[in-house]
């Protein structure tokens, strides 16, 4: 089996101080190397922290990452890895309220919605059970979108790290 490399960003949008750690030896357990992260400030939150930090490693590194850190409360975070000759790219966002989002991503970051998932929004709509724009709004991943834009802002400018895991 080959494994393609590729990479991807942690966003760590907003934690509360008493998971810093627990986020870094999450992190740290995923990319097989120990890690500390920079963290600074989150304005849109008083009391909160963010940092981010740019990865290389083997393709569904995102997921891994994305698995290691969800259904912790406190914690707003996104990761994205970017497509190989194998695989898509792929972007994971998770907040305390909405859970995780997962969406399929092409070269340049678009999500890729499969056409079943499409299929069954049309029928849902049609059924009357839901409007087609809310399914699609949430296929596209717009509420985790709209939760997440304040933090995303708060973070123009942060400082970023390169990590390399090493294989």
Known sequence: MTIHSTRGVLYVHSAAAALL??????????LAMPIKL????????PGAW????????DAGTAAALASAMRGWERIRFEVTEDKT??????RY??????GIFHAVTGLHGDILIP???LKSAVVKAAL???SLVGEID???????????ESFRYAGDGAPVKWLHQVV
Do not use: C
């Open 128 to 130: 009357g059970d839901v």
């Open 115 to 117: 056409e079943d998932r």
């Open 93 to 98: 966002s998770y907040t305390p309220t909405l």
């Open 21 to 30: 750690p627990h986020i870094e030896s999450a992190v740290s357990n995923v």
């Open 138 to 148: 949430k296929l596209l991943g717009k509420p985790w979108d709209d939760e997440l």
């Open 38 to 45: 920079d963290w600074t400030p989150q304005p849109a939150q």
């Open 50 to 57: 963010r940092a981010e930090f740019s990865w290389a490693a």
């Open 85 to 90: 000759p194998a695989t898509e790219g792929a």
